[in-house]
C-alpha cells in the first residue's frame, strides 16, 4: 500500500473504498488525474466499518452484472482496488478527519495529522448499516452465517430460500425487506419493539396482508443463536420481559442507515434531514460547494446497491474531471 507523503496540491482526492470510491479512482486515473484514495481504517462501534464498504460484510453477491457465477464482496472489491491501482491510483490506509472547503486549493486533515491540499474531492463515504449491537450478531454477519443488513443483496441467496425468517424495525426499510424475502422464504417474522409500526399505511398493509407474514409485536431480539449459522433467536417481551426462542434460518437487520458525514462537521457541505450528503442537481454529482463531488450510498438513502454506487462513481469522476478543465487544471 502506498503512502502519500507529497507537499503537492492533488488533482483529486477520494475519500472512501466502497465500488463509488473505486469506480471513481478507476476513471480519474485513467483521465490522468493521478486520484490518492484515502480508503479509511478498520472500526466498531458498534457495527463493523472496514475498508472496501458495506460488501465486505456480503459473502456472496449475484447481482452485479459480469459475474453469472457470483463473487464474494471482498473479491469484488479486491478486484475493482487492483483495477484502480492499475491506472495508478494512490491508495492511504487512513480516514480523513477533517475538510476545510472555504478556499480553495481545499484542506484535508488525515487521521495520522497530515495535511493534503486537494484541486477537487469525490466523497464516497458510504453509510452503515445499524446493527444491534449483539456479539453473535456481528460475528454470523461477518462470517456469512446468516445474518444480514439487505435483504435485497442476499435475501434471494440459496442459503435463504424456502426458509423461515425474521426481519427487526419498523419502518417503511423493514417493510420493503419484509416483502421482498416474501418471495423467497417459507415464512417471514416481523419482530417489532413497539405494539405499531412507523413505516406508511400502505407499505404496512402490503407487509400485514402476505400470509407468509407473521408479526412478533413489543419483541426485541437479545441474542441470535447458532454457531457457524444461525438457528434461532432469543426474544424479550419489551412489555413483561419474558424471553422466548424463535426457529429461524435467516436474520435481517433493517433499522437503518446511517451516512458515513461525521467528519464532514464544519466543512459547509450541505446534507438532508437524514444526513446524507445533499445533491442540488438532479441527476449530477456535484455538492453545494464546487469542485466537492460525491458519489454512492453516503448521498443515496434509497437504492443503496453496489451497481448504483458504481455509476456514481462514474458520474463523480466525469464530471470532476470536466470541472477540473474548466479550472485549467489538467
Not at 473479491?75 to 484502480?84: P, T, V, Y
Request: net charge negative; proline share 4%.
Amino acid at each position: 500500500m502506498n503512502q502519500h507523503a507529497s507537499n503537492a496540491v492533488e488533482k483529486v482526492v477520494i475519500i472512501g473504498s466502497g465500488p463509488a470510491g473505486w469506480t471513481a479512482a478507476i476513471y480519474a486515473a485513467r483521465a490522468n488525474l493521478t486520484p490518492v484514495c484515502y480508503i479509511g481504517v478498520p472500526k466498531q462501534n458498534p457495527a463493523i466499518v472496514l475498508p472496501g464498504g458495506q460488501l465486505m460484510l456480503t459473502t456472496e453477491v449475484e447481482n452485479y452484472p459480469g459475474f453469472p457465477e457470483g463473487v464474494t464482496g471482498p473479491e469484488m472489491m479486491d478486484k475493482f482496488q487492483k483495477q484502480a491501482e492499475r491506472f495508478g491510483t494512490r491508495v492511504v490506509g487512513e480516514d480523513i478527519d477533517k475538510c476545510d472547503f472555504s478556499q480553495r486549493p481545499f484542506t484535508l486533515t488525515t487521521s495520522s495529522g497530515a495535511t493534503v491540499k486537494a484541486h477537487s474531492v469525490i466523497l464516497a463515504t458510504g453509510a452503515v448499516a445499524n446493527w444491534l449491537g449483539l456479539e453473535n450478531e456481528m460475528r454470523l454477519a461477518r462470517s456469512g452465517g446468516g445474518v444480514s443488513a439487505c435483504a435485497v443483496c442476499d435475501g434471494a441467496l440459496p442459503a435463504f430460500r424456502d426458509q423461515v425468517l425474521a426481519v427487526v424495525g419498523g419502518g417503511d426499510t423493514a417493510m420493503e425487506e419484509t416483502s421482498y424475502l416474501t418471495k423467497f422464504a417459507s415464512k417471514v417474522y416481523v419482530i417489532h419493539r413497539r405494539d405499531e409500526f412507523r413505516a406508511s399505511k400502505t407499505m404496512q398493509q402490503r407487509v400485514l396482508d402476505s400470509p407468509k407474514v407473521e408479526v412478533i409485536w413489543n419483541s426485541q431480539v437479545v441474542d441470535v443463536l447458532g454457531d457457524d449459522v444461525i438457528n434461532g433467536l432469543m426474544l424479550k417481551n419489551t412489555k413483561s420481559g419474558e424471553q422466548s426462542k424463535l426457529d429461524v434460518k435467516g436474520l435481517f437487520i433493517a433499522i437503518g442507515h446511517t451516512p458515513a458525514t461525521k467528519f464532514l462537521e464544519g466543512s459547509g457541505i450541505a446534507l438532508d434531514d437524514k444526513g446524507y450528503v445533499d445533491m442540488p442537481i438532479s441527476h449530477r454529482s456535484n455538492t453545494n460547494i464546487e469542485g466537492v463531488f460525491v458519489a454512492g450510498d453516503v448521498a443515496d438513502s434509497v437504492y443503496r446497491q453496489a451497481i448504483t454506487a458504481a455509476g456514481m462513481g462514474c458520474r463523480a469522476a466525469i464530471d470532476a474531471e470536466r470541472w477540473l478543465a474548466d479550472q485549467g487544471v489538467h
